[in-house]
């Protein structure tokens, strides 16, 4: 899907304000490695942002490989590289050598999995697979396609050496109750404790989910953390997306950006 539009977060002594980005990349302001991975957890959006950052980056020149460590949707209009170990994805570059020696490509691989779906290879292959590109982008959570996430104990499965981890969550769960709305809800108290919950979730509940060790933070303390807030399709989201910042705090809202996506996805060729 092509990008509408992007935000970072912009904090000053006195204000917490959206500033307009021309990418993705530049919203979050991750700094750049010269090889990385770069981890998607959380609720809705993470395949889409992770396919713009993809091509933002190839754009940039990089080499950039897109997968997964646990399942995610085959892409319909993007190159394949079905695998289970990077040797094989190592072939399948080689046999298009024309094309992956241009300066910046992008590519998908995994192994073929049910309703459509491609699952992770082993993840000591999938860290091999810095070795083929300039940057790893990795799906590492699911969400059943639904806009916020608490983690179960076996998630994130994020990869050794994972540089960076981008949190999402869709501004579709906010006024919405918890059991439509959040994947895992029956494990809020893992977040919140004894603490008593409205019905519906608020953007206050989404910043805590969002900024928690027991969160969509889990797993990242020793990684750069970005918070990636979704679905800001309207200026009422937009209003949603401040007031989800400000409730997050300064500390983190630092470290936030803010999407809108269009319904169109490009074909991209290695």
Request: glycine letters at 8%; hydrophobic letters at 40%.
């Amino acid at each position: 899907m092509d990008l509408k539009s992007a935000y970072a977060i912009e904090v000053t002594d006195e204000t917490i304000q959206l500033k307009k980005k021309d990418t993705l990349w530049e919203a979050l302001r991750i700094p750049l490695k010269e090889t990385m991975i770069i981890a998607f957890t959380g609720g809705g959006g993470k395949t889409t942002a992770m396919y713009c950052l993809a091509d933002e980056l190839a754009d940039q020149g990089k080499r950039v490989i897109v997968t997964t460590s646990t399942h995610i949707l085959r892409p319909l209009r993007r190159v394949v590289a079905e695998a289970a170990d990077c040797k094989t994805v190592n072939d399948f570059i080689t046999a298009h050598k024309e094309t992956s020696s241009l300066a910046g490509w992008v590519l998908v691989t995994g192994l073929s999995a049910e309703e459509g779906k491609l699952k992770g290879m082993e993840l000591s292959e999938l860290e091999r697979l810095t070795l083929l590109c300039d940057v790893l982008l990795v799906e590492a959570d699911g969400a059943k396609r639904l806009p916020i996430k608490i983690p179960g104990m076996e998630e994130p499965v994020l990869p050794e050496g994972t540089h960076a981890v981008v949190g999402c969550m869709g501004l579709n769960c906010i006024g919405e109750p918890w059991e439509e709305k959040c994947f895992r809800f029956e494990l809020a108290h893992q977040v919140f404790g004894n603490q008593t919950m409205s019905q519906r979730i608020t953007p206050s509940d989404a910043a805590r989910i969002l900024t928690s060790t027991d969160g969509t933070r889990k797993g990242a303390n020793s990684m750069e953390y970005r918070i990636l807030i979704n679905k800001a399709d309207d200026k009422t989201q937009l209003s949603l997306a401040q007031a989800v910042a400000e409730a997050m705090g300064k500390q983190w809202a630092q470290h936030c950006a803010v999407t809108s996506f269009s319904d169109q996805d490009p074909i991209i060729k290695i």
